[in-house]
């Protein structure tokens, strides 16, 4: 099955610029649609693009910290796993990732729900990309943090988990909360793999009143607004963490 | 309660230490001097196995270690938890209050009760003459202070060793003071400590013995007195010549 996309531009309501605003039915029937769209779109944005950006954006930071450590380990085997997996992931299209995940994988009898295909999808993403950024900033750390660790008796993972991570994270933050806003609105790619998420709720909206450019200039907005708010909470956190370092 | 024999470290074709072998009694002080890169910090980084020796054994209180022949991974953490290491650049954990910096070590390590740790530290802080400056950040402390915090994270975990790599050098001449003192009282109280500085007064002071390297070897080794006074090899002489 393929999804029902219509990226129709036939068929539409044509109209010169002057007549449309000459038209105040056409006005009204926008503030309809307007209203009676923002509350499913922004439930679609709430309820599965954020949550699928911050379950991903976990999971990748987990699989980013992971491939990092295996990058830094000296072990080639380890390092050869870690530099093929960010390699592919890199240099491949996120929409074809999901595509072979969603609509490929059963294929071969792998049937992944529309959100965990989406999961997955970003997560590997967020982990190949970030696995560079938490390289650097483990990198950054001085020597001498893991001499001092381990000269008070810690074992390797001792001082990765007290003393080296919690400082490369401060490190990361800022490009990792960077990664994490555009995650949020590479979450619209999932609604190629049948996640109602906004952009996907958006398209029904569309679907229904063939109204494409209020419908999706209101999805980009609600976009904004997230983002909005994110990079403030980005600057807090920032700030907060500027403080003593 | 120190003996270390025959070490020998090479870093790829260069030879650093070249055999070296010395024993330290307990509550002794062990001043090294020597010129740079003579492999004075190299020596202390060995005794608790931040370098690796090439050959040659380190036995710190009843842990004993032969580098000639492979090393067991679990050994390294018991040699170091027997030693005590002060940074010349403090290496303070900057995420860390003083107070976490000396609990750290006793609460991820030894597994101290948290509260126990931090009673422990607070009383140590207040030893080092910062029982004000506990919720301080590194960032928050001079150099003086942060070398004191140094020195109170390294005693939290109770070593048997204290070993100081130029604690003074990184400072600005008038904190130099605060921290020897507080060094001196640790060898007041019968303090196992190796130290390499640059100080000949405290070396004069409070030493026990003093150790003269050069180009990986121990040149002589004697009491202050003698030592500064009548050296016995010609290059220690031109080196103390130098110093002046
Ligand atoms: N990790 C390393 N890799 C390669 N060479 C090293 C390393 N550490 C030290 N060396 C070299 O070993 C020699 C001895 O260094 P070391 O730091 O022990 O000297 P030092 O006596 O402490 O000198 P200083 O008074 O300048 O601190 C130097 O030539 C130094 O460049
Ligand atoms: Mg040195």
């Known amino acids: ?245 | 309660m120190i003996t270390i024999t025959d070490v020998h470290k090479q870093f790829n074709t260069l030879h650093v230490l070249k055999g070296i072998s010395l024993s330290v009694e307990k509550g002794k002080v062990v001043v090294i001097i020597g010129p740079s890169g003579s492999g004075k910090t190299t020596l202390l980084r060995c005794l608790n196995a931040l370098e690796i020796p090439t050959s040659g054994s380190v036995q710190i209180g009843d842990v004993k270690l032969d580098f000639s022949k492979k090393v067991e991974r679990t050994s390294i953490p018991k040699l170091r938890k027997q030693t005590g290491m002060v940074f010349q650049n403090y290496n303070l954990f900057p995420h860390m209050t003083a107070v976490e910096n000396v609990m750290e070590g006793p609460v991820t390590v030894k597994k101290v009760d948290k509260e126990k740790a931090r009673a422990k530290a607070a009383a140590l802080l207040s030893k080092v003459g910062l029982g004000d400056k506990l919720d301080h950040y590194p960032a928050q402390l001079s150099g003086g202070q942060q070398q004191r915090v140094g020195i109170a994270r390294a005693l939290a975990m109770d070593p048997q060793v204290m070993l100081f790599d130029e604690p003074t050098s990184a400072l600005d001449p008038e904190l130099v003071g605060e921290v020897l003192k507080v060094m001196k009282e640790l060898a007041q109280e019968g303090m196992t400590m190796i130290v390499v500085t640059h100080e000949m007064g405290f070396a004069r002071e409070v030493a026990d013995e003093v150790i003269f390297m050069d180009q990986g070897f121990i040149v002589e080794r004697d009491t202050p007195s003698n030592l500064f006074a009548q050296p016995r090899e010609e290059r220690t002489r031109q080196f103390l010549q130098h110093l002046k």
């Open chain 1, 1 to 245: 099955m393929v999804p029902s996309q219509k990226y129709q531009r036939n068929g539409l309501v044509q109209m010169s610029l002057s007549s449309f605003f000459e038209n105040p039915e056409r006005l009204n029937r926008w503030m309809d649609i307007a209203q009676s769209s923002f509350l499913p779109l922004l439930k679609g944005a709430l309820l599965y693009s954020l949550t699928i950006a911050i379950a991903s954006f976990f999971i990748g930071l987990i699989i980013a910290v992971l491939t990092a450590l295996a990058r830094l380990s000296g072990i080639k085997p380890l390092i050869a796993i870690a530099r093929v997996y960010v390699s592919i992931i890199r240099g491949t299209p996120l929409l074809v990732q999901l595509f072979i995940i969603f609509y490929g994988l059963p294929s071969i009898g792998l049937m992944i729900d529309p959100i965990p295909s989406a999961i997955i999808g970003f997560s590997l993403s967020v982990g190949a990309y970030s696995s560079e950024v938490v390289r650097a900033a483990i990198l950054s750390i001085h020597k001498g943090q893991w001499e001092a660790a381990y000269s008070v008796g810690m074992t390797y993972w001792q001082a990765l988990r007290r003393v080296v991570l919690p400082q490369a994270a401060r490190v990361s933050i800022p490009p990792l909360s960077n990664s994490f806003i555009s995650l949020v609105k590479d979450t619209s790619l999932a609604s190629v793999v049948l996640v109602p998420e906004m952009f996907r709720k958006a398209q029904e909206v569309v679907a229904a009143t063939y109204e494409p450019l209020l419908v999706y200039v209101e999805a980009a907005l609600i976009y904004w607004m997230i983002c909005f708010v994110l990079s403030i909470i980005q600057d807090r956190i920032e700030n907060k963490l500027d403080r003593y370092v």
